[in-house]
């Protein structure tokens, strides 16, 4: 991959000095933004891998997509967020709940299909929401979620509001037509949405460069007119920087914006996936150069913000969360048999 | 307290699987992500992964091993301190090991995921009933306008628009050209803009646009030119408008109205006649409406607008532009889910829908000469249906037609008919006929569009029939 470096979406220069590892600016983070970002993307990795082993134990069913190895992204991406922002994405979600601040219990419960979940039990691992938070969910259908996101952005634009909305998708989604027809009426109705392409290079199985004739994402709204900057998804603050940028971009009314964020899946697909179709040299080798928890990690240590001891606790309480998430989702009942025929229509 | 590593599940329906090989030893030190083993399936060869970090204290099922069931433990990890010797004597379960709890939500959930009578009562509730209001009385006296279907329509609109400044309308060519068919004239005059929206022809993307609206909060009247083309936008419609508020355990859905002609106009062919009435009324989730008179087009479009659900408002070509009366009232808003008897009789019920009714209203003027008196019931929605009326006209006159446009095959009329057969059997004095469009993609030569279509003959006939006449 050839990344280009983050020139300026809006006309503004950034002129930082340091950079992410693809060239791109990032932002400084102080000590209270490191420990942040450093506990919510291990509370969403600690949550992911119990998830993941929950799946193994026959508590949670059907598909289950874990965020393991992508944490960065949407912490970085809520850290430059205000309140009344809106977040949407596809299937691979729960990073994204846990992000937007949905409880733990609510998502594990959910994952589980027990009466306590987010949805009642009735949605599943790909189709939680909430209100409360403007998390719009969790879809199912690749794509389906850019018209969506595309749409609260309308919503925004409608009231007259400075919200912006946030529309994730993956290197596969970013093939589907409907993608492009939001595209088009984004940036020809000046919508304010932030269009959150996570390249984690392989649509399912398939390799990026086998599924696509534009690998470089970020140029994928060239011909509408829409920027684009490439994104070092693995840092999690050149994530905070491109969503600064991004959030400035479209509170000042240019339309959306797109960013690519460089990134990577540990796990496979789903739950069901050997992940044969890539060698395990190459996952080894981001996970040990790239980890986005681990790059944290170290600098926390280095900056002498945080003691071995400091972070033993800060996985401590995360485990604990994590592990009441799961004690919640093995001992909540299943939802009542009247929940059948309830929330069809108002 | 140490852990007990269990055969994992790796798909959804994976019961057992080979333990092929270990990638551990006792005594290996693992941490989180290792991989330590690989199993088979059937289907495919996977790694199994440290969850947690220790010390593999005992491989339990040697590799090789056949038919280990899911959550059997395989190997035990120890903990800071533990020895393998504890293990060996009583391997302990923590709370992490369904397979060897107890508890009904816990241990049993693998079952359940088989065979789901395991931890829950499995009698299905009934479904519930809900009471659909009758139609509003028209005061005594209240003048009555003659207007157009597209009129009635437009009113509508403009009404709601007024009302609440969360509706609003957009499709391709709603405002400047004032609407493909002119149901939206003069709303981009009197509401801007901002309300009324000219979309690019992306069908699959404006729908998608207008239920991300909608799930925001506003009241989106998404016009498609014509239902042919929603086709490209029903995965929008069905997957993301119907299914969100049950998939999101009631907390967000979409408050919007789909609306266009549906439905043969004439001698525009097989891409841009169908009728989707049957299958938008095959979807929880969404209500279906199919007027025919301009007065119940506008009272249920005002209805529609209403709705917190989402609703499909077919509409009808050739219909717009025939003229009906409708009653001159402030605020004429109509039940959804309600039918209307349009003609009140005792020999036979016949039942229809939109345009449908176009060919039941003639047929029933010439049965009425040959003294055969139809009840003729206009069904308006599609769904919630509108069934409590039909039987309870079936069970006076004992016959049923039904007449729709749409493909006879698993057509709205079938569904009717199983219900009468089921519900009022026993007042049944023939079998039930369902008129329909023929089997065949629309032609264009204007003879075999006539017979692709219904008339009034075949209902005359079907009418008799049923009677013995």
């Known amino acids: ?223 509408f007119g829409i920027p684009g900057l490439q994104v070092d998804g693995m840092d999690v603050r050149a994530v905070k920087a491109a969503a600064d940028e991004a959030t400035a971009h479209c509170r000042a009314g240019n339309g959306p914006i797109i960013l690519e964020m460089l990134t990577y899946r540990y796990r496979g697909h789903s739950m069901s996936d050997p992940a044969k179709y890539r060698s395990k040299d190459e996952v080894q080798k981001m996970r040990s150069e790239h980890d986005p928890i681990e790059q944290v990690r170290l600098r926390l240590v280095e900056k002498g913000w945080a003691s071995e001891e400091d972070l033993k606790l800060i996985d401590k309480d995360v485990r604990d969360i994590v592990a009441d998430s799961a004690d919640f989702a093995q001992a909540d009942p299943e939802p009542d048999v009247s929940e059948l025929y309830t929330d069809i229509l108002l | 307290m140490p852990i007990n590593i269990l055969m994992p599940a790796l798909s959804p329906t994976m019961e057992e699987g080979t333990l092929s090989k270990w990638l551990k030893n006792e005594g290996d030190k693992v941490t989180s992500g290792d991989v330590i083993a690989e199993i088979e399936t059937d289907k495919a060869t996977m790694e199994v992964e440290a969850v947690d970090e220790g010390v593999i204290g005992k491989l339990l099922i040697a590799a090789g091993t056949e038919n280990v069931k899911v959550n059997t433990p395989i190997a035990v990890l120890l903990q800071d301190g533990e020895s393998a010797d504890a293990v060996a004597a009583a391997p302990k379960a923590d709370a992490d090991t369904p397979a060897a709890t107890s508890d009904a939500a816990g241990g049993k959930a693998r079952e359940s995921a088989a065979e789901p009578t395991a931890t829950t009562d499995n009698k299905v509730p009934a479904q519930p009933k809900t009471e659909v209001a009758s139609d509003p009385d028209i005061p005594a006296g209240t003048e009555m306008v003659t207007m157009t279907v597209r009129e009635a329509l437009r009113d509508a609109m403009a009404e709601e628009m007024r009302r609440d400044p969360d509706v609003f309308v957009m499709g391709e060519e709603v405002a400047e050209y004032q609407g493909a068919y002119k149901i939206t004239q003069g709303l981009l005059q009197e509401f801007g803009a901002s309300r009324v929206i000219d979309t690019p022809i992306t069908e699959h993307g404006f729908a998608g646009v207008g239920v991300g609206a909608a799930m925001a909060g506003l009241k989106p009247i998404v016009e498609f030119m014509t239902f042919n083309f929603a086709m490209q936008a029903i995965d929008q419609i069905i997957n993301s408008a119907a299914k969100t508020l049950y998939m999101s355990g009631g907390q967000m859905g979409a408050p919007m109205v789909f609306r266009g002609p549906n439905g043969a106009a004439a001698r525009v062919a097989a891409q841009h006649s169908q009728d989707y009435g049957a299958w938008y009324s095959h979807i929880p989730g969404l209500k279906v409406v199919q007027p025919y008179t301009a007065a119940d087009a506008k009272g249920l479009l005002k209805a529609a607008i209403r709705d917190p659900n989402p609703v499909i408002f077919l509409e009808n070509e050739i219909l717009y532009g025939q003229s009906f009366e409708v009653p001159k009232l402030d605020d004429f808003v109509l039940p959804i889910g309600k039918a209307r008897i349009h003609r009140k009789g005792k020999d036979v019920t016949v039942v229809s829908w939109g345009i449908g009714m176009t060919y039941a209203v003639k047929a029933v003027a010439e049965l009425e000469q040959a003294g055969i008196d139809v009840e003729l019931i206009d069904l308006r929605t599609l769904r919630p249906m509108d069934m409590p009326t039909v039987i309870e006209s079936v069970k006076k006159t004992g016959r049923l037609v039904t007449v729709e446009e749409g493909f006879p095959q698993s057509s709205v009329g079938d569904f009717i008919s199983n219900t009468v057969q089921r519900e009022a059997f026993d007042y049944l004095d023939a079998p039930v006929i369902t008129i329909a469009g023929k089997d065949v993609p629309m032609p264009y030569a204007s003879n075999l569009e006539k017979l692709a279509l219904p008339n009034a003959g075949e209902v005359v006939q079907a009418v008799k029939a049923v009677c013995y006449k």
């Open chain 1, 1 to 223: 991959m050839a990344p280009k470096t983050a020139a300026s979406a809006s006309g503004r220069k950034t002129a930082k000095p340091a950079k992410a590892s693809n060239g791109g600016p990032i932002v400084d983070f102080n000590k209270d933004e490191e420990l942040k970002a450093y506990r919510e993307m291990l509370l969403i990795r600690r949550f992911e891998e119990k998830a993941g082993q929950l799946y193994g134990m026959g508590f949670i069913g059907g598909f289950c997509h874990l965020y393991i190895g992508q944490e960065a992204v949407v912490v970085g991406m809520q850290m430059a967020l205000k309140e009344g922002d809106q977040v949407i994405t596809g299937y691979r979600d729960h990073g994204h709940m846990l992000a937007c601040g949905m409880s733990a219990r609510g998502v594990m419960a959910e994952l589980t299909g027990r009466r306590g979940g987010l949805s009642k039990g009735k949605g599943g691992s790909m189709h939680m929401f909430s209100k409360e938070k403007n998390f719009y969910g969790g879809h199912g259908i690749v794509g389906a979620q850019v018209s969506l996101g595309t749409g609260l952005g309308f919503a925004n634009k409608y009231r007259g509001n400075d919200n912006v909305s946030l529309a994730y998708f993956g290197d596969g989604a970013a093939n589907q037509g409907q993608v492009y027809e939001s595209f088009n009426m984004a940036q020809l109705w000046k919508l304010p949405v932030i269009y959150v392409i996570e390249n984690n290079r392989y649509a399912m199985g398939t390799a990026v460069s086998r599924a696509s004739a534009q690998t470089d994402f970020s140029q994928r709204g060239a011909s």
